[in-house]
């Protein structure tokens, strides 16, 4: 006969005052006890009758606040990207069967400040991603901090809790070497989005979205997405990266020829026909729209293998910088980036004021010398 394996089960054995010994079992820590032997068909059913009481959400536990959650419009108008992303962690937070699980906390324990602790344990299951486990904690803030402007907690237990990932990225950018390096290794396609990256100052999804739509003769006009489309993103066209938008255009004209004639010789399966001209800037080698996910992958992988510690990411600094080299102030770099200005001149200080004050010394250097070797 197989042997089932009951999750979570919470067993203690304890000695009785005749010496025997006799185990106790309860469907998970601080469950409902469970009668008879393990396997027997009492104790399968008890199990089996609590876990199903456990997982009906109901108004009493994180489960049923998670639900609401999602049903309430702070939740429906966020950007369908971080709606995506954000249900990934609420699904983790509802979930009830691991012993490290928090979807089954009862609300009267959610306003016990000693809960911090059980909370705590649940993101460290991603401590070997600190980034991943600061986002779990963040979503879980934000139910709770929703829970508790709905007077639906009396506290938020995670809030405040400080971050294991600590990186300040906003003096990051990507060098011509490093870029000249990651072009060459990487596939014209990803060559392309890494570029145009650095060229526009793009976040991942707006790069994914961008449109040959939203490309006009001196700049590009995007809705972004993490406005919902409220903000649009002005990018003045500059003469690179017009010339980047000109090798895109060819790469894809040439694409859809190569696969046009394949299809017209019957090279291809006449049930795979030559994609249509793309309606997005960057695309796949199938010719088809980039997911966020595929695109960081694929610069993942690339500059990993490189040995490249830079992001896809860290192209809004070097966009930043190539604006203030083509004479924009600190202020209209800001307005562009959508960052503080702090955080610009922060920048500029390291990559272009710095290389200014290096410039003028060693012309004054150089100076210097001429003046020598002419009066000896």
Request: overall charge positive.
């Amino acid at each position: 006969m197989p042997v089932v394996r009951l999750k979570g089960l919470n067993s203690k054995t304890r000695t009785l005052a005749d010496g025997s010994r006799v185990t106790y079992w309860w469907a998970w820590k601080g469950g409902p006890p469970l009668p008879g032997k393990p396997g027997s068909p009492e104790f399968v059913a008890a199990y089996n009758a609590a876990v199903a009481d456990r997982k009906a959400p109901t108004n009493e536990d994180l489960a049923s606040l998670v639900v609401k959650y999602k049903a309430s419009p702070e939740f429906t108008r966020l950007a369908d990207g971080t709606k995506k992303e954000w249900l990934r962690w609420l699904d983790r937070i509802m979930a009830d069967e691991g012993p490290l699980d928090i979807g089954g906390l009862p609300m009267r324990l959610l306003d016990d400040r000693r809960v911090r602790a059980d909370l705590l344990a649940w993101r460290d299951q991603w401590a070997d991603r600190p980034r991943s486990a600061d986002y779990a904690i963040q979503v879980l803030s934000r139910v709770l901090s929703w829970g508790l402007g709905r007077g639906l907690l009396a506290l938020n237990a995670a809030a405040g809790v400080e971050q294991l990932y600590s990186s300040d990225r906003a003096d990051q950018i990507w060098t011509a070497d490093e870029l000249q390096r990651f072009t060459e290794a990487a596939s014209p396609e990803i060559g392309f989005a890494l570029r145009l990256a650095c060229l526009t100052g793009l976040r991942r999804t707006d790069l994914t979205k961008l449109a040959w739509a939203h490309v006009g003769e001196i700049a590009i006009v995007i809705p972004t997405g993490k406005s919902r489309g409220r903000r649009a993103q002005t990018i003045p066209i500059l003469p690179e990266l017009a010339t980047l938008l000109d090798e895109i255009r060819a790469h894809q004209a040439r694409v859809i020829e190569i696969r046009t004639q394949k299809y017209l010789k019957g090279q291809v399966g006449r049930h795979r026909p030559p994609p249509p001209a793309p309606t997005t800037v960057l695309t796949s080698s199938r010719g088809l729209p980039w997911t966020p996910s595929g695109l960081e992958g694929g610069v993942i992988d690339v500059k990993s293998a490189l040995g490249i510690d830079k992001h896809l990411h860290d192209g809004r600094g070097t966009f930043g910088t190539r604006l203030r080299k083509a004479g924009l102030s600190a202020s209209e770099i800001a307005d562009v980036l959508g960052w503080e200005e702090e955080r610009v001149e922060r920048l500029l200080k390291t990559y272009i004021d710095q290389d200014a004050i290096v410039m003028e010394i060693a012309e004054r250097i150089r100076r210097r010398e001429s003046t020598t070797a002419a009066n000896p």
